[in-house]
């Protein structure tokens, strides 16, 4: 074990003297070094993972210290017109919830697309809120805006 060490230790300052003498046996000199030297290098950079790995935990636990505010606008309760009420209640709701009421309705009477997934079938209710007979997930919520006070 100790001859291993010392070994790659006098093998380094041999490749700084060697290229300065001849390239072409230097080549052939540190093929054969590169072996020993492939094996040590991964234990020299696990090394480092290892103390880098803390440093990122001391950075998540600082991150949580901030803590996110709802934004009111989201949590105000709001009137649904009569269209949207047939779907998700008369009952004034956040605008979340009645996205979340909305979702529970498509998916309780299967009306999201089969192929693609991200578009919804509307049925003669929804056809009322959306104007339309087929809306991509992603349009829905602004539709829904029109149908709230």
Do not use: C
Request: net charge positive; no cysteine; glycine share 2%.
């Amino acid at each position: 074990m100790a001859t291993a060490k010392k070994a790659p230790a006098k093998k380094a300052p041999a490749k700084k003297a060697a290229p300065a003498k001849k390239a072409a046996p230097a080549k052939k000199v540190a093929a054969k070094k590169a072996v020993p030297a492939k094996k040590a290098a991964p234990a020299k950079k696990a090394a480092p993972a290892k103390k880098a790995a803390p440093a990122k935990k001391v950075a998540a636990k600082k991150a949580p210290a901030k803590k996110r505010t709802p934004n009111a606008a989201f949590m105000k309760a709001l009137t649904p017109s009569a269209a949207l009420a047939a779907v998700v209640g008369s009952n004034p709701l956040p605008r979340t919830e009645v996205v979340s009421k909305l979702w529970t309705y498509i998916k309780k009477n299967n009306l999201q697309d089969k192929v693609n997934k991200r578009m919804v079938n509307a049925d003669a209710k929804l056809k009322e809120i959306f104007g339309k007979a087929q809306v991509s997930m992603f349009e829905m919520a602004g539709l829904i805006g029109k149908h709230v006070k």
